[in-house]
């Protein structure tokens, strides 16, 4: 297949990154590129779906790799995963054999292992600069989800309808279901036994990076968790302060002891962020060092500061977050060509457990088995986003009383704009449409 053609699958699928950000697939795909990278580092405490898919679908997902690593002329495909895996590993040896661009790298068990500047070290040992990306060391990274729904695309000519979504913490029986895009949080932790405890609190995504979430709040392409957890959980209280007080919280209590920038892991890796000078700045609302907080920048949202390394229990990544929000208001952007300082040479000894953060985090008691549900996940109506992915949100391309059909878009995308379009799971009608999203309710 040449790269016209692959890009084109791709995005009228409608396949996104499953997770993150959702960066449209098809705009990755790059002839510079030597290396494709598989990321199943799944770091976040609680998460479980990439290693089970792998594990169920490595056949596919191996085959899905060829084909873009041929398409690209790429010499080399590499399966980031961690030796914990053993089940998705013991998968992929069976199968290796018949794929031999494909090799297997074990990553520590850390956290952020996932982080693509991370995986890229930790695989190749190749440096991505301070707001580089992956393409300029030669490398795509792809997640499991992501790469398995661009083989159906491929093989099945099926765009992206449904999304595998881990549902855990205080559940009665936490799984990994194969959801329609556009359900409720509410009827997929009824699926999973409903609430274990009272007084909980709903996170979409991992402890880490998720956000506090709503009952009605629904899956999209980018959905990988579904966590339940107690108010009192420190992974909820930190979201639940006010950005106002956890300001004045640091004027107050941060001492500058650094040891959010000592385990900062961009940092580690020669990004010039700063958490610390980031926090004096805020807390003196100073700015006699511009260029620290410039250093917002490289900052990749992991969380490590502000859960797991400072003792104030102070959130130096939503400050960082609030910052870069202002510069970018104010028309300033991310600084280019800057050199790296290079690996850290203590980065070793300062890199996160996930059992340790796991534990630090109160999550030890949640963190079970939450195997992939082969219930067939049905619901009355979906309300189907239109922005699903980074790039311009989809079009709606239909209005109320249509019969739609399963798999038929929905929303459709610009050819001149970064995006993808958005596909009915199921038949069904349209109640309702926005410029936001779109209902479907079903025929059956």
């Excluded at 790298?105 to 580089?132: C, F, K, N």
């Excluded at 661009?150 to 099926?158: I, L």
């Excluded at 060092?289 to 949202?301: K, Q, T």
């Excluded at 300033?332 to 890199?351: H, I, N, Q």
Aim: charged share 20%.
């Amino acid at each position: 297949m040449d790269l016209k053609k692959l890009a084109e699958l791709l995005r009228n699928a409608g396949v996104v990154g499953a997770g993150g950000a959702g960066f449209p697939s098809y705009a990755k795909l790059n002839m510079a590129a030597d290396t494709v990278i598989l990321n199943c580092a799944e770091c976040e405490p609680l998460l479980k779906l990439h290693r089970q898919l792998l594990a169920r679908h490595a056949e596919e997902i191996l085959m899905m790799l060829e084909e873009i690593a041929a398409t690209l002329e790429a010499d080399r495909v590499i399966i980031a995963i961690k030796p914990a895996y053993r089940e998705a590993i013991e998968a992929l040896n069976a199968r290796l054999g018949h794929f031999p661009r494909a090799r297997i790298s074990l990553l520590p068990e850390i956290y952020p292992a996932g982080d693509e500047v991370v995986t890229i070290y930790e695989t190749t040992g190749r440096v991505v600069a301070p707001g580089a990306l992956p393409i300029t060391v030669g490398c795509i990274v792809y997640n499991v989800e992501t790469v398995y729904n661009a083989y159906r695309a491929w093989r099945e000519n099926a765009p992206v309808t449904h999304k595998y979504v881990t549902v855990a913490g205080a559940v009665n029986s936490p799984a990994t279901f194969r959801a329609p895009l556009g359900i409720t949080y509410r009827e997929l932790i009824r699926l999973a036994g409903g609430e274990s405890e009272e007084n909980t609190v709903i996170i979409a995504g991992g402890p880490m990076t998720g956000q506090v979430a709503r009952p009605d709040d629904v899956v999209t392409k980018t959905s990988n968790a579904v966590l339940v957890l107690p108010k009192n959980s420190p992974v909820v209280q930190k979201r639940l302060a006010p950005i106002s007080i956890q300001i004045k919280r640091s004027m107050a209590a941060c001492c500058q002891c650094r040891m959010c920038t000592d385990l900062c892991s961009r940092h580690l890796l020669g990004q010039p962020i700063e958490p610390h000078k980031i926090m004096r700045a805020a807390a003196s609302g100073a700015i006699s060092d511009p260029r620290a907080l410039l250093g917002a920048f490289s900052c990749s949202s992991c969380g490590i500061c502000e859960m797991y390394a400072c003792g104030q229990d102070l959130t130096p990544r939503r400050i960082i977050a609030e910052i870069k929000d202002e510069l970018l208001k104010n028309g300033v952007t991310a600084p280019k060509g800057l050199p790296s300082a290079g690996v850290d040479s203590t980065r070793e000894a300062r890199m996160v457990p996930l059992t340790r953060l796991t534990g630090r985090l109160g999550l030890s008691q949640y963190d079970v088995d939450a195997p992939i549900s082969d219930r067939h996940v049905r619901t009355k109506e979906v309300k189907l986003m239109l922005a699903q992915s980074i790039g311009a949100p989809a079009v709606a391309a239909v209005a109320v009383g249509d019969e739609v059909r399963a798999g038929d878009a929905v929303g459709t995308f610009a050819q001149d704009k970064l995006g993808t379009g958005v596909h009915a799971p199921f038949d069904g009608k349209v109640t309702k449409v926005t410029d936001h999203y779109v209902v479907i309710r079903t025929n059956a």
